[in-house]
T-cell receptor, first 115, second 115 residues
């Protein structure tokens, strides 16, 4: 079946512009996560959606970052007034509870470069 | 402050030998640990996991060992194959048993298996 998809795969933008990154999770997965990986770093948690519950936004680095999940499926991560330090690979993951195993399935990521 | 640490950024192993990747954690609330494998330009893929009630979990050539008293886990790959060459991420969660939260990742160890 189809995995997690993300678009665009690459995005180059100028400092100060807004960007939107899209994630299509695996159908039927109730949880959706956004992470980012900066150069030489591990994956950094940004935000987590679970069903209809309020999202866990504890990982968002600043108020320039926001995310929505419409209809419990597709999610959009928005970065306003981008800065050079926002350059990273942004990864989306989804999962569902499977009796003793909580395994997150990742998309290929969006590589964001802020000039 | 890093809660999950992979102190070796890289590891080189001869084909057929054992690869041992190490991971340390600081948060005693973590009760579920996972290893992900990542190839360039792809998202991480789940490899193997272990809950804190076990000290070993084996899946084919991959075995994960957990030492709770030392807050240490390791991934053993034997025999190593050139296709195992990738970046391996250790991850931990304090929410075993469902889609209840994010994973905390280490910075990764790049494994190179030489033919």
């Amino acid at each position: 079946g189809a995995g997690v998809s993300q678009s665009p795969s690459n995005k180059v933008t100028e400092k100060g512009k807004d960007v939107e990154l899209r994630c299509d999770p695996i159908s039927g997965h109730t949880a959706l996560y956004w992470y980012r990986q900066s150069l030489g770093q591990g994956l950094e948690f940004l935000i987590y959606f679970q069903g209809n519950s309020a999202p866990d936004k504890s990982g968002l680095p600043s108020d320039r970052f926001s995310a929505e999940r419409t209809g419990g499926s597709v999610s959009t991560l928005t970065i306003q007034r981008t800065q050079q330090e926002d350059s990273a690979v942004y990864l989306c993951a989804s999962d569902r509870w499977r009796g003793g195993r909580n395994e997150q399935f990742f998309g290929p990521g969006t590589r964001l470069t802020v000039l | 402050d890093q809660q999950v640490k992979q102190n070796s950024p890289s590891l080189s192993v001869q084909e057929g030998r054992i690869s041992i990747l190490n991971c340390d954690y600081t948060n005693s609330m973590f009760d579920y640990f996972l290893w992900y494998k990542k190839y360039p330009a792809e998202g991480p893929t789940f490899l193997i996991s272990i809950s804190s009630i076990k000290d070993k979990n084996e899946d084919g050539r991959f075995t994960v060992f957990l030492n709770k008293s030392a807050k240490h886990l390791s991934l053993h790959i034997v025999p190593s194959q050139p296709g195992d060459s990738a970046v391996y991420f250790c991850a931990a969660s304090a929410h075993y048993g469902g889609s209840q939260g994010n994973l905390i990742f280490g910075k990764g160890t790049k494994l190179s298996v030489k033919p």
